[in-house]
C-alpha cells in the first residue's frame, strides 16, 4: 500500500499548492481593492491648478538671489568670496573703485553676475559669503524662451551697499 | 572567471537590450547571445553616461568636489557625500563633533530606505506589477519631503562637508521623522501583501540566477547582492565609522544565493535601517553641527582611502594627494560595476525572461557604474 | 418600462407594412450592422476610459481628468490621434498579409457578437448551438495573431507572435472545460435556454462547487486567451519585444487594440450568460415577492452591469499581480488548469446525474 500512499500524498500536496498560491493571490487582490475604494489615499498634486496653496520650505534651494531691503541697499562688500567658492564658474563678481563720504577710494560691487543655466544650486556660495548678502530663494519655476534671460544680475541698479557691513 | 573561448556556435542570435531601456536601469547596453530562448553569454557594454567625474574632481577643491559625488548613485547621494567628507577627515585629521556625526547616519539610513524603496517599485515594474511602483514613491515622497526641509534638494542634497554637515536639522525634523516610522510599520506590512507572497512573484525569483558565496567573493561583489549569497560584507558592520559601533542592528544573510534571496535580503535591510531610525532619533546630542576648519583645505601628501556602505554595496574613495588644495587623483570604487561583471555568470543558461529579474536583483544604476 | 426588443418589433413592424419579406431582411441586416459597428466604437471608448480610471484609483493617483468633464472624452481624443497617425508597412513584409491581420481579429470579433442575447427577446441569432459556435469561432482569433507576427518581417514580432498562438491554443482547452461543466447543468447548448434555465436563480449559486470552480477555471483561462493581465507576455512593454503588434501603427494599430478590448467584453459577456444568468434578474428560488421587485430593472441593465462586473476582475487582475513566464504559463494550463477542469466535468456529470444541485 506504500504505492497508494505516496499517490495520496502527491494529491494532497497538490491541492495544498492550489490552494496556498489562491490565497496569496487574493490577499494581494484584497489591498489593490482597499485602494480602489478609497479615494482619500490618493496624493496627487494637480499642478499648475494649486499654485496658489503651494507652500516650500524655506530652506529650498531654487536660485541665488540678493535680498535689498526698503531702501535698495544690499550687503555685498564684492570680496568675490562666493565666486572662488563655486565649484562651475556660475558667478562673475565685477568690482569698481568709488569714493566713500570720507573722500577714501574704496573696492565695492560693480555687478554680480549669476548664471542660472549653469548654477548647480549647491549652496557653497551661500555658505562661503562672510556678511550674508546672498541666500536662496523658493523659486522653481526657471524654464525661458530666451537663453539670454538666464543670465541674472543679483544687485538692483542703483543700490548700493547697508552702513556697518563689512 | 568567464569561459569566453568558442561558445557561440552557429545559429546564434545576437540581439542588444539597450541603451535606451523601456525600464529604470539607466543606459545600459546588454548584447545577449542566445540559442532560441536560453542565454549563452551576457555581455554589457558601458560608458554611455561617462561624464569623467573623476577627472573633474582633480580642478575642484576639496570642499567643492563633494557636490558632484551627488551625481554618481543619485539613489544613495547622502552616502556618496559622506564618503568624500570621511576621506578628506581622514586627511586632515579634522575630529567631527557627536551631534553632527549622529546627523550624518539618520541621513544615511532614510537615504538607504529611499532607495530601497525604489528599487523595489522599479523591479515590480520590470516583472509587470505596475502598482507597487506608485506605492512605493508614496513613501519615497514622504523621505524626500523631510530632506528637503532640512538639505533645501530632494535629490542631489550636498549636504555633508568635510566637518560635519552644511546646517543644522530643522526643528520639524524629528517630528517628521517620527511620523514617518509610525507611517512605515504599516506600510511594510502591504509590501508583503501585495509582492512578497504572492506566488506568481515567487515562482519568478525563485531558483534564478544562483550566484554561490565564492563566485560572489571573486567577482567582488558586496552589499546585498554578496549577503543574498551568504557573504557577510557589511561594513557598517566590519569597518564601523561614525556611530555604527555605537547601536545595535542585525546584518542580514541569506545562504540561498537565489534571486529570492537577494529580494529578502533587502526586504529586510529597510526594517534594520529604521530600527537604526528609531534608535538614534531620540538622542540626537547636543553640540556644534560642524567642525572648526580652515576656510582652506589643503590634505598633506599622501593616499587615503575610506570606505562606507551604500545601498548597493561597498563604495571606496581613494585620494591621492600631492599637498595642493585640490586632489591629485581621485578613485571611486563603484559597487556596481563589480556587482553588474557576476551578471553574465548567473545569466548563462537562463531564459530570456530571467535575465529582467536578475537585472532587478542586482540593483543596478548605471550612472554608479559609470561615474 | 422601454426595452429593447419593443423596440426592435416596433421597427420590424413598421418595415413589413413598407417592403416586401426580403426587403425586410436586407434592411435589417444592414441596422444590425450598423448597431454593432457603434456598438465596438462606443465599447471601444468605454473600456479605454474605464481600464485607465481603474488602474488609476488602483494607483493611488487620478486618472485622466483633464479632457472633458471627469476626463471622459480622454478616449476620444486618443482615437483621433490614432487616426491621423501614419500607418507604415515595413518593406519586406507580406503586403497583403500584414494588412489583413487587423480585419481578421476584427471580424471574428464581429461574429461573436451574434449569438449573445443583450436583453429579453433581444438577439442576433438564436441558434441551437450558440456556445459551441462562440469557441468554435474564438479559435480562429489565433490566426489573425500569427498572421501580424509572420507578416511584420521581424524576428521580434514573430517570437512575440509564436508565444502567443501557444498561450491560446492552449488555454481554449480550459476555457472548454468550464463552459462545458454549466452546459452539462442546463442540458442544452442554446444560449436562451441556458438563461432561461437559471429563472430560479443563477448557476453560480445554484450548481455550488463545481460551479465555483467552473467560474474560477473560466476567470482564468479567458484571461489568458484575450492576452491579459498577467499572461500578456507577448505584448509585455518592459521585456524584449513589443510583440505581434510592433510594426503596426496608426488605424491598424487602432484596429488590434480595439479587438482586444472587444474581445475582453465578449468574454466577460459570456461568462455573465453561462455563470450569472446573462439578462435574468436575480432571483432567489420562490420568492415572488423579492423576484417580482428584481423584475423592475430592465432586462439590458442586468446584462450590462454583469459583464461590467466581470470586465472589472479582469482589471484587477492586471494591475495587481506581475507577469508570468511562457513556460510557466504553459505549465499553469497543462499540469493545473486541466486536471482540474477535467475533474470538475466529472463532479458535474455526477451531481446532475444525481440531481444535486439547487
Redesign the interface.
Known amino acids: 500500500m506504500a504505492f497508494l500512499k505516496s499517490y495520496l500524498m502527491f494529491i494532497v500536496k497538490y491541492i495544498k499548492e492550489v490552494f496556498g498560491a489562491v490565497k496569496s493571490l487574493a490577499i494581494g487582490l484584497r489591498r489593490t481593492m482597499y485602494y480602489f475604494t478609497h479615494h482619500k489615499e490618493i496624493i496627487t498634486q494637480q499642478y499648475p491648478d494649486n499654485r496658489a496653496t503651494l507652500n516650500f520650505p524655506e530652506r529650498f534651494k531654487g536660485e541665488v538671489v540678493m535680498p535689498h531691503n526698503e531702501n535698495n541697499e544690499h550687503r555685498c562688500t564684492g570680496c568675490t568670496a562666493c565666486e572662488l567658492a563655486c565649484p562651475n564658474g556660475t558667478i562673475k563678481v565685477i568690482t569698481q573703485f568709488i569714493t566713500t563720504p570720507e573722500g577714501k577710494k574704496k573696492k565695492a560691487i560693480d555687478k554680480l553676475v549669476y548664471h542660472l543655466e549653469l548654477c548647480t544650486m549647491c549652496n557653497l556660495c551661500v555658505v562661503a559669503c562672510p556678511s550674508d548678502a546672498i541666500k536662496m530663494a523658493q523659486t522653481f519655476e526657471h524654464s525661458v524662451y530666451d537663453r539670454g534671460e538666464l543670465t541674472k544680475i543679483l544687485n538692483n541698479p542703483g543700490s548700493k551697499i547697508m552702513e556697518g557691513v563689512e | 572567471m568567464i569561459e569566453d573561448t568558442a561558445i557561440t556556435e552557429k545559429g546564434d542570435?545576437t540581439?542588444n537590450?539597450g541603451p535606451q531601456h523601456?525600464?529604470t536601469h539607466g543606459v545600459l547596453h546588454l548584447a545577449v547571445t542566445l540559442n532560441g530562448?536560453t542565454i549563452k553569454k551576457v555581455e554589457p557594454h558601458l560608458g554611455y553616461i561617462h561624464r569623467s567625474i573623476e577627472k573633474m574632481c582633480e580642478s575642484?577643491t576639496y570642499?567643492?568636489?563633494i557636490?558632484?559625488t551627488s551625481r554618481m548613485d543619485y539613489l544613495s547621494a547622502h552616502i556618496n557625500n559622506h564618503a568624500c567628507a570621511l576621506c578628506v577627515e581622514k586627511g586632515m585629521q579634522i575630529e567631527v563633533p557627536e551631534r553632527a556625526q549622529v546627523i550624518r547616519v539618520l541621513m544615511d539610513e532614510l537615504t538607504r530606505i529611499a532607495s530601497h524603496e525604489l528599487w523595489w517599485g522599479a523591479m515590480?515594474?520590470?516583472?509587470?506589477?505596475?502598482?507597487p511602483?506608485?506605492?512605493a514613491f508614496?513613501e519615497r515622497?514622504t523621505i524626500n519631503d523631510i530632506m528637503?526641509?532640512?538639505?533645501?534638494?530632494r535629490l542631489?542634497m550636498?549636504y555633508m562637508?568635510p566637518g560635519g554637515v552644511?546646517?543644522d536639522i530643522?526643528p520639524n525634523f524629528q517630528r517628521k521623522v517620527k511620523d514617518f516610522i509610525k507611517l512605515y510599520k504599516q506600510k511594510i506590512k502591504?509590501y508583503d501583501?501585495?509582492?512578497t507572497?504572492?506566488?506568481?512573484?515567487q515562482?519568478?525569483m525563485k531558483g534564478i540566477g544562483y550566484l554561490s558565496a565564492e563566485d560572489a567573493i571573486s567577482y567582488g561583489c558586496t552589499g546585498p547582492t554578496a549577503r543574498g549569497s551568504g557573504v557577510s560584507s557589511d561594513i557598517r558592520k566590519l569597518y564601523p565609522y561614525e556611530v555604527y559601533d555605537k547601536i545595535s542592528f542585525d546584518e542580514i544573510l541569506e545562504n540561498e544565493g537565489d534571486s529570492f534571496a537577494r529580494y529578502l535580503v533587502r526586504i529586510r535591510e529597510m526594517n534594520e535601517s529604521l530600527k537604526i531610525i528609531e534608535q538614534l532619533i531620540d538622542h540626537i546630542p547636543e553640540g556644534d553641527y560642524q567642525a572648526k576648519t580652515k576656510a582652506v583645505l589643503k590634505l598633506p601628501k599622501g593616499e587615503f582611502y575610506t570606505r562606507v556602505e551604500t545601498a548597493r554595496g561597498e563604495l571606496g574613495v581613494y585620494i591621492v594627494s600631492e599637498g595642493a588644495t585640490t586632489p591629485y587623483r581621485i578613485k571611486f570604487r563603484s559597487p556596481g560595476f563589480s556587482n553588474l561583471s557576476a551578471l553574465d555568470h548567473m545569466a548563462r543558461g537562463s531564459?530570456?525572461?530571467?535575465l529582467?529579474a536578475m537585472m532587478g536583483t542586482l540593483d543596478l544604476v548605471i550612472p554608479d557604474i559609470d561615474r | 418600462m422601454w426595452s429593447f426588443h419593443q423596440i426592435a418589433d416596433f421597427i420590424n413592424d413598421w418595415l413589413n407594412q413598407r417592403f416586401n419579406p426580403t426587403w425586410v431582411t436586407v434592411i435589417e441586416m444592414i441596422i444590425t450592422g450598423i448597431l454593432v459597428i457603434s456598438l465596438f466604437a462606443v465599447l471601444g471608448l468605454v473600456l479605454v476610459i474605464m481600464e485607465r480610471k481603474v488602474s488609476a484609483w488602483i494607483q493611488i493617483r487620478l486618472g485622466p481628468n483633464r479632457v472633458g468633464p471627469k476626463g471622459m472624452f480622454q478616449s476620444l481624443a486618443d482615437t483621433l490621434k490614432l487616426l491621423v497617425k501614419e500607418g507604415m508597412t515595413p518593406t519586406g513584409s507580406d503586403k497583403f498579409l500584414f494588412n489583413l491581420a487587423p480585419y481578421i481579429a476584427m471580424i471574428v470579433a464581429m461574429l461573436l457578437m451574434a449569438p449573445l442575447a443583450f436583453a429579453r427577446n433581444f438577439q442576433m441569432w438564436d441558434m441551437n448551438i450558440g456556445v459551441l459556435y462562440i469557441t468554435a469561432i474564438s479559435s480562429v482569433s489565433v490566426i489573425s495573431v500569427l498572421i501580424a507576427g509572420w507578416s511584420s518581417n521581424n524576428k521580434y514580432s514573430l517570437m512575440g507572435a509564436m508565444r502567443a498562438g501557444a498561450q491560446i491554443v492552449s488555454y481554449e482547452l480550459s476555457a472548454g472545460l468550464s463552459i462545458l461543466a454549466v452546459v452539462v447543468l442546463t442540458g442544452s447548448l442554446n444560449i436562451n435556454e441556458i438563461i432561461q434555465s437559471q429563472a430560479n436563480g443563477w448557476w453560480i449559486f445554484k450548481g455550488h462547487i463545481p460551479a465555483i470552480i467552473a467560474f474560477v477555471t473560466f476567470i482564468i483561462a479567458v484571461t489568458a486567451e484575450t492576452n491579459r493581465a498577467p499572461f500578456d507576455l507577448a505584448e509585455a512593454e518592459s521585456e524584449l519585444t513589443a510583440g505581434f503588434h510592433t510594426e503596426y501603427s496608426g488605424m491598424k494599430f487602432a484596429l488590434f487594440f480595439l479587438a482586444e478590448y472587444v474581445n475582453v467584453f465578449i468574454v466577460c459577456a459570456l461568462g455573465a450568460i453561462l455563470f450569472f444568468g446573462g439578462w435574468m434578474p436575480f432571483h432567489i428560488g420562490n420568492w415572488q415577492g423579492f423576484n417580482h421587485v428584481m423584475d423592475f430593472i430592465p432586462s439590458s441593465i442586468w446584462f450590462f452591469g454583469k459583464t461590467f462586473f466581470l470586465i472589472f476582475l479582469i482589471m484587477w487582475f492586471r494591475w495587481t499581480f506581475p507577469r508570468l513566464r511562457i513556460d510557466q504559463l504553459l505549465n499553469l494550463e497543462w499540469k493545473y488548469l486541466l486536471p482540474i477542469s477535467m475533474f470538475n466535468i466529472l463532479l458535474v456529470t455526477a451531481m446532475a446525474i444525481g440531481g444535486w444541485h439547487f
Open positions: 542570435l540581439i537590450i523601456p525600464a530562448e575642484l570642499r567643492q568636489f557636490y558632484v515590480a515594474m520590470d516583472l509587470g506589477a505596475f502598482t511602483f506608485f506605492h508614496r515622497e528637503e526641509e532640512t538639505c533645501g534638494a542631489t550636498n562637508v552644511m546646517a530643522h502591504e501583501e501585495l509582492l507572497g504572492n506566488i506568481i512573484f515562482n519568478r531564459k530570456l525572461g530571467d529582467v
